[in-house]
C-alpha cells in the first residue's frame, strides 16, 4: 500500500516569504493528520540554518512520521555551462539536505523554456545535468525524481519539459537505478494535455507521485487546451480543489499504478482552502487507496 504525506501548499508564502508561519508550526499542524510523511521543501525560509535540519527532522519524527521527499526547482537548461554548473552544485546541496532530513527522494526539474532552445538542445542540457548529480545521489541512498511541471514561482519562463513529449523524451534519456518520475495529474493539464495519456507513457517510471486535483473556474477543457502552454489556463481558468471533487479520474490513475507494481509515496498538495479541505483529501485518499492496493 502507498504511503501518504501532505504538502503546505496553503503556506508557501508564509513559510518561504514573509516569515508568518514557522516550520514548527507547520509540523504540529500536519502531526494531527492521518499521514506517514511530510513533504519538505528547500526554500522554506528557516532551513537557510543547517542546525535546524536535524532539528526539524527529529521534531517530524516525534511526532510518528518521516520526511520522504523534498521539493526544490534546479533550472538546468540556461545556455551557460557557469550557470548551469551552480544549478548542479545548488542540486547537490538539497540532496544534502534530504539525506539529512532522512529522506529518499528529492526532486530534479528540466528548468526553463527559454525561447532560443530547441527540444533536442533542452533535453541534452538537463539530461547531461542530471547525470551530473546522480553519483552524488547514488552515494546518498537518494533517487532523484523528475516532475512533469508547470513553472516554478521564481522562473521567468514555464518549465521546458512540461509538454508530454519533451517530458517522456528527458524520461527516456535519463536510465539510472536512482531516477524516476514524480507524477502530478493535475500539472499535465496545465500543459492543455490528458494526464491519463502521460501516465499511460511513463508508468513504469514512476516512483512518487503528487495528489491534487484541480477545477475549471469558468471555460472548458477545449478552452485550456488552445491556450499555448496552459500558461494563461494556470492563472485564469484552473484552480487548486478538494481531491475527488476536481478534473483527475483517481481510479483511473490507481488503477494505471496498480498494474505496474507502484508502492511509493503520495504527496498530497491541498488545503490551500484551510486543514477542514486537507482533512477530507487524506480521508478521501485512505479510502480510495485500498479498493486497489488491498486487492487480490
Not at 513553472?151 to 519562463?157: R, S
Not at 519539459?161 to 493539464?189: E, I, M, R, W
Not at 484541480?214 to 488552445?226: A, F, N
Not at 487524506?282 to 479510502?287: D, E, I, N, W, Y
Amino acid at each position: 500500500m502507498p504511503k501518504l504525506a501532505v504538502f503546505p501548499k496553503a503556506f508557501m508564502q508564509a513559510l518561504c516569504k514573509d516569515g508568518s508561519m514557522l516550520v514548527e508550526e507547520w509540523i504540529k499542524l500536519a502531526a494531527g493528520l492521518d499521514v506517514e510523511g511530510l513533504e519538505w521543501y528547500a526554500g522554506f525560509l528557516q532551513m537557510a540554518d543547517q542546525k535546524n535540519w536535524s532539528k526539524f527532522r527529529s521534531m517530524v519524527e516525534d511526532h510518528g512520521k518521516t520526511i520522504p521527499m523534498m521539493c526544490c526547482s534546479p533550472d538546468f537548461t540556461h545556455p551557460d555551462k557557469a550557470f548551469r554548473d551552480k544549478e548542479i552544485a545548488k542540486e547537490k546541496y538539497w540532496i544534502d539536505m534530504t539525506y539529512a532530513l532522512g529522506g529518499s527522494y528529492c526532486r530534479v526539474l528540466s528548468g526553463q523554456r527559454r525561447p532560443e532552445l530547441s527540444m533536442e538542445e533542452g533535453v541534452k542540457l538537463a539530461a547531461d545535468c542530471i547525470y551530473e548529480c546522480l553519483p552524488y545521489a547514488q552515494e546518498r541512498n537518494i533517487t532523484l525524481i523528475l516532475e512533469n511541471h508547470y513553472k516554478d514561482d521564481f522562473w521567468e519562463y514555464p518549465e521546458f519539459a512540461q509538454k508530454a513529449d519533451v517530458f517522456c523524451a528527458l524520461v527516456d534519456a535519463v536510465n539510472h537505478p536512482n531516477f524516476g518520475v514524480n507524477y502530478d495529474p493535475s500539472n499535465t493539464y496545465l500543459a492543455g494535455e490528458d494526464p491519463l495519456d502521460l501516465l499511460k507513457r511513463i508508468a513504469k517510471r514512476v516512483v512518487t507521485m503528487h495528489a491534487s486535483d484541480r477545477y475549471l473556474k469558468e471555460g472548458t477543457i477545449e478552452d485550456l487546451r488552445k491556450e499555448e502552454g496552459g500558461a494563461a489556463g494556470y492563472a485564469k481558468r484552473l484552480s487548486h480543489g478538494e481531491i475527488g471533487k476536481g478534473l483527475n479520474d483517481y481510479d483511473a490513475i490507481f488503477s494505471t499504478l496498480k498494474q505496474v507494481g507502484f508502492d511509493g509515496w503520495i504527496s498530497i498538495e491541498d488545503g490551500v482552502d484551510g486543514m477542514d479541505q486537507l482533512e477530507r483529501s487524506v480521508a478521501f485518499l485512505r479510502k480510495k487507496l485500498p479498493l486497489y492496493w488491498d486487492m487480490p
